[in-house]
């Protein structure tokens, strides 16, 4: 492989990329949709170098006898599954590492800390986290004043993952 094309698949791999960005902090694309663009975008220049490589290789084995031209065929299709398998791979796992991620200011419990500033992800938190409230009474309760703070506020409560509801009397 020529330097040029390891930095076109390395080109590649950055675009590809770019729907995990997108699907990163869960607001303008799901994670699944991200994985199905990826391995769109990857699969481009693998189809491009595949083609150009059974060209090479019919050329390379037209005047060879058909043992050797199967052996050679053998070679390239289990080179061509690894790199599908490869891409699959890497399609599904980085967004799966990547989704969820959250910024957090003055936390320093958990994620990637550089100085008041940490950066976590669902799998990380997932890990890092014990229970972030424990079971009981809502563990922050905070008001949030919308523009219109004259006739309305948002209720803010931070309770155990068991329950689907929460009440606020007033």
Avoid at 12 to 20: D, E
Avoid at 33 to 39: D, L, N, P, S
Avoid at 75 to 100: H, T
Avoid at 110 to 119: C, H, M, N
Wanted: glycine content about 6%; charged content about 20%.
């Amino acid at each position: 492989m020529k330097t040029g094309n390891v930095f076109s698949h390395i080109g590649w791999f950055f675009y590809g990329l770019l729907p995990v960005a997108l699907s990163s902090f869960d607001v303008l694309i799901p994670t699944w949709v991200a994985m199905i663009i990826m391995f769109a975008i990857l699969n481009i220049p693998r189809r491009k170098y595949e083609i150009k490589e059974f060209i090479k290789m019919e050329q390379k084995y037209k005047n060879c006898s058909d043992m050797e031209k199967k052996k050679g065929f053998d070679r390239w299709m289990k080179a061509k599954n690894n790199r599908l398998i490869l891409i699959a791979a890497l399609s599904f796992i980085w967004p799966f590492l990547l989704m969820g991620i959250c910024l957090g200011f003055f936390d320093t419990r958990i994620g990637i800390i550089k100085g008041t500033l940490s950066i976590s992800t669902s799998v990380s938190r997932f890990f890092d986290l014990k229970e972030a409230c424990p079971p009981g009474p809502p563990c922050h309760v905070y008001a949030t004043l919308p523009e219109d703070s004259a006739t309305s506020v948002f209720i803010n409560a931070h309770t155990n993952t068991e329950y689907e509801e929460v009440y606020v009397r007033y």
